[in-house]
């Protein structure tokens, strides 16, 4: 089974970076581990404009886009 790492909603930053916007997974661990590891580094390296945060959406990880920093 796949599991996906999905970028909810592609701001300003992510498209200057030619960000993907879904990673794929076989484990669903891994793509949690990976899901908060990317989470973490968009708010760490973007302009500050948005938050970034994972939700579980079923089987899959959703990096949310929230107004304001992190």
């Known amino acids: 089974m796949e599991y996906h790492v999905v970028v909810e909603k592609m701001c300003g930053c992510a498209k ?3 960000m ?3 990673k794929t997974f076989d ?3 891994n793509a949690l581990r990976v899901a908060r590891a990317w989470a973490q580094q968009l708010n760490e390296s973007f302009c500050g404009k948005h938050g970034f945060d994972v939700i579980a959406v079923d089987d899959n990880f959703v990096i949310t886009v929230g107004e304001g920093s992190y």
């Open 16 to 18: 200057r970076q030619n």
């Open 27 to 29: 484990d669903q661990e």
């Open 20 to 22: 993907p916007q879904i």
